[in-house]
């Protein structure tokens, strides 16, 4: 099996995955149309071990500070699995299972598994971090670039949040939670009943993001895409919300997009 391209096959659904770009999905094409963002650091991006900006690479682990590369400085974004080589666990016409080992500059060793599930109206991805040795903690997300055109028809965007999380000068949450504002958008939500969230192309496509966590960050300052963005905890969590992965307990996590043609 290689690791460069899997392709996955559900009636009108057709969706590549790449294990070794950083084991994003990089395409979803709906009746020939194309739904994600083309090129090497688009598709769609499993975070992982952590999620948007970590505050200057920095985070504790007890009292063990550790400092991670700033590839967006003055801080570190998105983890580190998205710019690895994932190998490929097993595949069939509409299910693949991608992993890949941590390794420096994570200084924890750990698994992440992917499981990338198609049908003809949805996409289901859920992904576990586990370990066998020292816990630590982490966080779990996936960046989708959805094409904000199709077929010349822009994306309107449709949520409903309790809060947003207050953005600082330094685009990090400040802690503070606030009633969420009007885009355009680079910010952190708050959805205590599960993330729900859905992009409409009229007359076209409707697509639904949810998932059963908390938080998702909606970006669309971007001409070309919009990102819907679920995750385990807000940026800098490994900071303010960790959450521990432990050899008796991994983290999980799952998102489902559905569509229907309109």
Same mark, same amino acid.
């Given at each position: 099996?290689?690791?460069?391209?899997?392709? $996955?096959?559900? +009636? !009108?659904?057709?969706?590549?995955?790449?294990? %070794?770009?950083?084991?994003?999905v990089? #395409?979803?094409?709906? /009746?020939g149309?194309?739904?994600?963002?083309?090129?090497?650091?688009?598709g769609?991006?499993?975070?992982?071990?952590?999620c948007?900006?970590?505050r200057?690479?920095?985070? $504790?682990?007890? +009292? !063990?500070?550790?400092?991670?590369?700033?590839n %967006?400085?003055?801080?570190?974004?998105? #983890?580190?699995a998205r /710019?690895?080589?994932?190998?490929?666990?097993?595949?069939?016409?509409?299910?693949?299972?991608i992993?890949?080992?941590?390794v420096?500059?994570?200084p924890?060793?750990?698994?992440?598994?992917?499981? !990338?599930?198609?049908?003809?109206?949805?996409?289901?991805?859920?992904m576990?971090?586990e370990?066998y040795?020292s816990?630590?903690?982490?966080?779990?997300?996936w960046?989708?670039?959805?094409?904000r055109?199709?077929?010349?028809?822009d994306?309107?965007?449709?949520?409903?949040?309790?809060?947003?999380?207050?953005?600082?000068?330094?685009?990090?949450?400040?802690?503070?939670?606030?009633?969420?504002?009007?885009?355009?958008w680079?910010?952190?939500?708050?959805m205590?009943?599960?993330?729900?969230?859905?992009?409409t192309?009229?007359?076209?496509?409707?697509l639904?993001?949810t998932?059963?966590?908390?938080?998702?960050?909606?970006?669309?300052?971007?001409e070309?895409?919009?990102?819907?963005?679920?995750?385990?905890?807000p940026?800098?969590?490994?900071?303010t919300?960790?959450?521990l992965?432990?050899?008796?307990?991994?983290?999980?996590a799952?998102?489902t997009?559905s569509?229907?043609r309109l």
């Amino acid at each position: 099996m290689s690791n460069d391209e899997i392709t $996955l096959t559900a +009636g !009108v659904a057709e969706l590549t995955v790449t294990p %070794a770009g950083g084991g994003r999905v990089s #395409g979803l094409r709906v /009746d020939g149309v194309q739904l994600l963002r083309q090129g090497d650091h688009y598709g769609c991006f499993p975070m992982v071990p952590w999620c948007g900006r970590t505050r200057e690479g920095r985070f $504790l682990n007890g +009292g !063990v500070e550790h400092r991670m590369p700033l590839n %967006a400085p003055p801080h570190a974004i998105h #983890g580190t699995a998205r /710019d690895g080589a994932w190998s490929v666990a097993r595949v069939s016409a509409d299910e693949a299972v991608i992993t890949y080992d941590l390794v420096d500059p994570w200084p924890y060793t750990g698994r992440v598994t992917q499981a !990338v599930a198609l049908t003809p109206d949805s996409l289901t991805l859920t992904m576990s971090v586990e370990t066998y040795d020292s816990s630590f903690p982490a966080q779990i997300g996936w960046h989708p670039w959805f094409n904000r055109t199709l077929d010349g028809t822009d994306a309107d965007l449709a949520f409903d949040a309790a809060w947003q999380e207050e953005r600082g000068d330094d685009h990090l949450p400040t802690g503070h939670r606030i009633d969420p504002k009007s885009g355009p958008w680079d910010d952190c939500f708050g959805m205590p009943d599960g993330v729900d969230v859905t992009l409409t192309w009229p007359g076209l496509l409707e697509l639904k993001v949810t998932s059963p966590e908390q938080w998702v960050v909606i970006y669309d300052e971007q001409e070309a895409a919009v990102c819907v963005e679920p995750q385990t905890g807000p940026p800098n969590g490994l900071n303010t919300l960790p959450r521990l992965v432990t050899p008796l307990e991994p983290l999980e996590a799952t998102t489902t997009w559905s569509w229907r043609r309109l």
